[in-house]
């Protein structure tokens, strides 16, 4: 193993060249730079998967040699090995400048093994065809855990690329965001009271920017009072209201946001009500995708319509008491300027709800954090599930549902971790099996075992009752072997995907046919319908919809109303054939979000809602990646109404 290593003295006048996401300087150590790998001399002995690697002189983005990496296989790459270099208590920044085979194919993390699997401990993806960027992610001493060993810096890509001057640094980074909101947010709100405004039902409310507080980011957590101008919104600012509301409302709204310079299509601008999503504005251009990879890879940098500036709020029920409306920058730019907001009470008589439930999907409980669309925060999810879950038995919801993918790779240690956030609160929760949940021959036993209040009887199809609704819960996710025979555990080499098992669609025939009466509502992890098409930005979404064997036997049934889903991590609400279709995007990853259902005896009403610790979701945001398309593909996907009425009647 050979590595450049830097001396102390070297290290004492190394110039820092990383930069933290949120613009906030780490502080560095001592021992300062302690990598720091050219390819100039000798190549490194590094360790490879699905790779070759090897000195190039072609190209370097200093000095004469890079360091080629060509996978053997679809992805691969070369890892140095940080045993004996890293201590598991400190914090460090690595970088590397990278030369893309295609834009957004690269990916640099370090990873650790648990002495069984590895798992990502942090890591920044991306890369741009032929030219050269840097790459720059920074791992918290936090988020190492007792036990982490094989401890490597990975350079990986899914076509040959070439990587360049690799630096490893040990500093001391300032309080992440998930840790400055929870303090940040009670300053806010507390400067927002002093100007609070109240709203009836006999007239409407218009907010100036000046009666509002506003902090410009999670570098710069004091409220300030803002001048009684339009307001410029900052990429990460949030500027909050204190609305006071004697009696309960439906209310609805807009907002006068003139748009920023910037029109790369995606979100403008956030608006909350507390933790409701009311507005999500987005920039439209001509059909689009992301780069590289048309899901994951960045968004191209091209320029949308600009887009009015008035902006229409969703309608959504605003309990009586004190609430905090809040307009937030959509992170990777400023969110524009704001001029007005105002609140519009309906005429809708409020009524009490039977009871609530809150669906939830893709928490994907695990260690550390992986980048998909934006960044699993798999490992801090653990926390913040719990939290969401105690604030949800603290309003009176009922129950809530885990719409599948609950763990990321379904080893035992993860459903531990999902057990012990279960017995944290006394809600009851059900559960649903997904493809993350389903990886292994032991998976189904461990979390029967582990978390049977998540599956009444014992089994991972099942029915309840919740009058006046029933609701079905079907485990799809079921692998095949390339001949098409089912399989009790995951093979990449012979995967043939993944299905339900024809003795499952009888079982949910026979079911749907013991009660042709009562409103039924299907729950399982995939897409029944997605819409496909071009979203509200522009983006192209891929038409995802799986299982038409099980839409199909739903279809036939005259009492099923809606049906439930997570999976693709993005929002999209889907009536079709009298049924509607809910996707819901996922907690663990941007844009942190879950729903609230309010059932009544003739329907449902639901909301979308953000998780509580903004920071969290400030971390789970990639701005160089710049996908916020996925809050809301269309403008009913915020709140909605569902009928609970009967096939002669829809």
């Not at 957004?104 to 960027?133: M, N």
């Not at 009836?200 to 004091?222: H, M």
């Not at 990886?439 to 099942?462: H, I, K, M, N, W």
Request: charged letters at 20%; a negative charge; one cysteine or more.
């Amino acid at each position: 193993m050979h590595y450049s290593i830097l001396s102390a003295a070297a290290r004492a006048t190394a110039c820092c060249l990383l930069c933290l996401p949120l613009c906030v300087p780490a502080q560095e150590t001592a021992e300062g730079l302690v990598l720091a790998e050219g390819f100039e001399a000798e190549i490194p002995d590094l360790h490879t998967y699905r790779a070759e690697y090897a000195g190039d002189s072609a190209r370097a983005h200093s000095g004469e040699t890079s360091l080629r990496v060509s996978p053997t296989d679809t992805s691969g790459g070369a890892y140095f090995r940080l045993d004996g270099l890293v201590d598991l208590e400190s914090d460090y920044e690595f970088s590397a400048w990278v030369y893309a085979a295609k834009t957004g194919v690269v990916r640099l993390y370090i990873s650790a093994s648990d002495g069984q699997e590895r798992h990502t401990k942090a890591q920044v993806a991306g890369g741009v065809e032929g030219r050269w960027v840097r790459l720059t992610a920074s791992l918290r001493g936090k988020e190492w855990r007792a036990g982490d060993c094989e401890v490597m810096l990975a350079m990986t890509t899914t076509g040959v690329s070439w990587f360049d001057d690799v630096t490893l640094r040990k500093v001391v980074l300032p309080d992440p965001p998930i840790e400055v909101y929870p303090g940040m947010v009670g300053t806010l709100r507390a400067e927002a009271d002093r100007t609070a405004a109240t709203l009836v039902a006999t007239g409407e409310l218009t907010l100036q920017p000046a009666q509002g507080a506003l902090v410009a980011g999670f570098s710069a957590p004091e409220p300030i009072r803002p001048a009684p101008e339009p307001l410029a919104i900052p990429p990460d600012g949030l500027l909050t209201f204190a609305v006071e509301v004697p009696e309960a409302l439906y209310v609805t709204g807009s907002l006068r946001l003139a748009p920023d310079g910037d029109l790369r299509p995606g979100l403008r601008a956030y608006v909350l009500c507390d933790d409701t999503v009311v507005g999500a504005p987005m920039v439209a251009a001509e059909a689009w995708q992301s780069e590289g990879n048309a899901l994951t890879g960045p968004a191209p940098q091209i320029t949308g319509q600009r887009p009015p500036d008035e902006v229409q709020l969703a309608t959504w029920l605003l309990p009586a008491g004190r609430h905090y409306v809040t307009v937030a920058g959509p992170h990777f730019r400023p969110g524009g300027t704001l001029q007005s907001l105002t609140l519009r009470p309906l005429p809708s008589a409020v009524e009490d709800p039977l009871y609530s439930f809150a669906l939830l999907s893709d928490t994907h409980l695990s260690e550390g954090r992986a980048t998909w669309m934006n960044v699993k925060m798999d490992g801090p999810a653990k926390e913040e599930l719990a939290a969401t879950l105690a604030l949800l038995e603290q309003e009176g919801v009922r129950f809530a549902l885990l719409a599948g993918d609950m763990t990321d790779s379904a080893r035992r240690a993860q459903f531990e971790t999902l057990k012990a956030v279960l017995e944290s609160v006394k809600l009851p929760v059900y559960g649903c099996i997904g493809n993350h949940d389903s990886y292994l021959a032991s998976s189904r036993d461990d979390v029967l075992e582990l978390c049977p209040q998540l599956f009444p009887g014992g089994a991972t199809d099942y029915v309840f009752f919740e009058g006046p609704l029933r609701f079905i819960v079907l485990d799809g996710s079921y692998w095949k072997d390339k001949g098409g025979r089912f399989v009790d555990h995951y093979d990449a080499a012979d995967s043939g995907g993944i299905g339900v098992r024809p003795e499952q669609v009888r079982w949910l025939e026979e079911e749907l046919a013991r009660d042709t009466r009562t409103p039924t509502v299907f729950v399982w992890h995939y897409p029944l319908v997605c819409r496909g098409g071009l979203s509200s930005s522009g983006y192209r979404l891929p038409a995802s919809s799986t299982g038409r064997e099980v839409l199909e036997v739903l279809q036939k049934a005259p009492n099923v109303v809606a049906t439930l889903c997570g999976h693709t991590h993005w929002n999209e609400h889907n009536p079709k054939e009298g049924i509607i279709h809910v996707v819901n995007p996922a907690f663990c990853e941007w844009p942190n979000v879950y729903r609230v259902f309010r059932v009544y005896e003739d329907r449902m009403e639901w909301e979308l809602r953000q998780v509580p610790n903004r920071g969290f979701v400030r971390e789970s945001f990639v701005p160089e990646k710049a996908l916020s398309w996925m809050i809301s593909t269309a403008e009913d996907d915020l709140t909605g109404t569902l009928p609970l009425a009967a096939e002669a009647d829809r």
